[in-house]
């Protein structure tokens, strides 16, 4: 005989695990800069409340079931407020078919630093303070957890042209893209930068080279950063004088992200250096 599973059961967990999933996804957030949403849900206690929230939510959404007397929480992983809204409509609409008030808390996180004592403390006290409001469904907004904390990317420039070395500088030190702070670095050839331990710390990476060096030319560099483990951090920036066609799609194959010819124009330099900070900011 086979077992039928309702389509619901996978979406409820025990209270005791949402620990561990908290922290997974704080995880994410802190390294890949995910948001999520926590809903905090709180009612009397009655048989068919449960299930009326899993109707309402998303099959990607978990319910934790916590005991009588604290409020349910859903974990919408890779969701802002804003589509937390939606659950709350569907939720509205069942108003009419139950005879109690449900209070909602809805929180969105993107501070990857957030600890689960401050979030349920938190939580907690927003789900109370919606029950004092007026309706059969009152919610409240904790904006608490919004504010992302700060990200250092490291900046490598590698250039044997001193002028050309104070250009590109100058351009990178007056790009501001929020949350992140630059910390520049100079090194004249390949040779240097590779010697150093300033590309091996755990940091995003921006390298912003010449092609063309006294040791170390560009492509050997490129070579020796794409064999690392975690290659994935490093954004790689090649300016030449080279016209070849041929080379700059070799270079691409080889995870070049961005060409710039020279000499290049410095507006344009400078969009394409803010295109991949916000592309780092972003995730």
Same mark, same amino acid.
């Given at each position: ?83 937390? %809204? ?5 939720? !509205? ?8 008030? #449900?209070? &909602? $808390?809805? /929180? +969105? ?26 309706? %059969? ?5 904790? !904006? ?8 250092? #990317?490291? &900046? $490598?420039? /590698? +250039? ?124």
């Amino acid at each position: 005989m086979s077992m039928q599973i309702n389509k619901y059961e996978l979406n409820i967990l025990d209270a005791s695990l949402f620990r561990s999933l908290f922290h997974w996804q704080m995880a994410n957030t802190k390294r890949f800069r995910q948001v999520f949403t926590l809903v905090f849900v709180k009612s009397p206690e009655s048989p068919e409340m449960k299930q009326i929230l899993l109707e309402q939510m998303r099959t990607s959404d978990l319910l934790f079931s916590f005991p009588i007397g604290e409020p349910d929480i859903i974990l919408m992983a890779n969701t802002g407020e804003d589509e937390a %809204d939606v659950f709350i409509e569907r939720l !509205r609409r069942t108003e009419s078919t139950r005879s109690y008030r #449900v209070g &909602v $808390s809805v /929180i +969105e996180i993107r501070n990857g630093d957030a600890t689960l004592e401050d979030v349920l403390q938190v939580g907690n006290d927003s789900v109370n303070r919606a029950l004092q409001l007026q309706g %059969d469904t009152p919610y409240v907004k904790d !904006r608490s957890f919004r504010k992302l904390e700060r990200q250092c #990317v490291r &900046v $490598s420039i /590698i +250039e044997d042209d001193p002028v050309v070395t104070m250009i590109i500088q100058k351009l990178v030190e007056r790009i501001s893209v929020k949350q992140l702070d630059l910390d520049i670095q100079v090194f004249r050839d390949g040779q240097d930068f590779i010697e150093s331990n300033w590309y091996q710390s755990s940091h995003t990476h921006l390298v912003i080279m010449n092609d063309i060096l006294p040791r170390k030319n560009g492509l050997e560099v490129l070579y020796a950063l794409r064999e690392l483990p975690n290659m994935q951090k490093y954004h790689i920036f090649m300016m030449t004088k080279r016209k070849s066609e041929a080379e700059m799609i070799y270079a691409y194959q080889y995870g070049v992200d961005e060409y710039i010819t020279k000499p290049f124009n410095p507006k344009l330099f400078e969009s394409q250096i803010k295109k991949v900070l916000r592309r780092i900011y972003h995730g």
